[in-house]
């Protein structure tokens, strides 16, 4: 059974920073395409930002100049670097992994921005 455990998550001041890591529990993860969303209250879960396995990215409208996601094979684990949080970004964000008949997600971690 696959895992991922995302972390890095908190409370953050408007326009501060944070970095999201999620670790996968797999024995190639780099064949893998990883995705980062978010699910703010009484919203739907949104797709943030994706990388593939060739590194090959894309990023929602709403985080694109802000926000980039990045992965490191060696260490089986992909990132998010938010910088200019916005209080719009608070959220729980779930990591997932993608690959043929692979498809899992993570439990999530909560950012919040406020002051």
């Known amino acids: 059974q696959v895992q991922l455990v995302e972390s890095g998550g908190g409370l953050v001041q408007p326009g501060g920073s944070l970095r999201l890591s999620c670790v996968a529990s797999?024995?190639?993860?780099?064949?893998?395409?990883m995705r980062w969303y978010r699910q703010a209250p009484g919203k739907q879960r949104e797709l943030v930002a994706h990388i593939t396995s060739g590194h090959d990215t894309n990023y929602a409208d709403s985080v694109k100049g802000r926000f980039t996601i990045s992965r490191d094979n060696a260490k089986k684990t992909v990132y998010l670097q938010m910088n200019s949080l916005k209080p719009e970004d608070t959220a729980v964000y779930y990591c997932r992994l993608l690959g043929g008949r692979d498809d899992y997600w993570g439990q999530g971690t909560q950012v919040t921005v406020s002051s």
């Open positions: 797999v024995s190639i993860f780099s064949i893998y395409v």
